[in-house]
């Protein structure tokens, strides 16, 4: 029994140890009632974090929502839901724009929104007063965006 | 968390100290938008929320996706958000991180 508890020993005796360690039944208590407490900070602890997570999936998007510009082909966008502040966000990474909205809905609204706000910005700006990175998003807009107008 | 400590009021800070550029195109998006410029270039643009949130908290979400585009992790970016860093510190972490 004892070389089994040395073997499982981690910096935090576990519960039966405390009945071997030649402790009173007040001390033993005690122990006990404090790793009942730090175990249940723990759990809380634990039970926020994972409230807080993202439920994170992909989804498409098949426009622009604006006429006068189009898709070449549907692009899969990246949409992370926390339910505990009743917010979405939806993003396309590859290019750093994001919408934030209550729905997903909204989200990918607002999203449409700021790539063609990107779009028209970086096509509206010199090329010399870009750095690499917007230099970047600009070819992958203008692979995937169409103007019809 | 402590992101829920951040309010849209703390970014009006961020603004002056890294001397963010306000994009000056015509916006279709509900959030205004900021430049970070060096040597003349625009090399990182920012989403922020409406400064006339005060001091509204700013959702987790959104603060995830303003630190990734500063690209600073999780300490970094509270220590811009609660002032050590300094703005020449913060240009020496992406002069290091960005081939400009």
């Not at chain 2, 970094?76 to 300094?86: G, I, N, S």
Request: charged residues 25%.
């Amino acid at each position: 029994m004892t070389s089994s508890f040395q073997q499982s020993k981690t910096e935090i005796p576990r519960i039966e140890e405390l009945f071997y360690q030649g402790s009173t039944t007040a001390t033993t208590e005690s122990n006990i009632l404090e790793r009942l407490e730090t175990l249940t900070n723990q759990t809380g602890q634990l039970r926020m974090d994972v409230q807080e997570r993202p439920v994170k999936y992909n989804t498409q998007i098949r426009d622009l929502g604006d006429e006068s510009f189009s898709l070449v082909e549907p692009i899969i966008v990246s949409v992370e839901e926390y339910t505990s502040e009743d917010t979405v966000i939806a993003s396309f990474p590859e290019i750093e724009v994001f919408g934030e909205g209550v729905t997903e809905s909204e989200a990918l609204t607002n999203l449409k929104l700021a790539i063609l706000d990107l779009y028209e910005e970086l096509i509206d700006t010199s090329p010399d007063e870009l750095g690499d990175l917007p230099k970047a998003w600009l070819s992958v807009l203008q692979k995937i965006i169409k103007q019809t107008v | 968390m402590k992101w829920r400590n951040i309010s849209a009021s703390d970014f009006g800070k961020v603004i002056k100290k890294l001397s963010l550029q306000s994009s000056q195109s015509k916006r279709r998006a509900p959030h205004p938008v900021y430049w970070y410029c060096l040597d003349g270039k625009k090399v990182l643009r920012l989403t922020l929320p409406n400064l006339h949130g005060g001091s509204k908290s700013v959702s987790t979400g959104f603060i995830k996706q303003i630190q990734n585009s500063l690209r600073l992790d999780t300490h970094q970016f509270e220590d811009l958000t609660e002032c050590p860093l300094t703005a020449e510190e913060y240009e020496a972490i992406i002069r290091d991180k960005l081939v400009i």
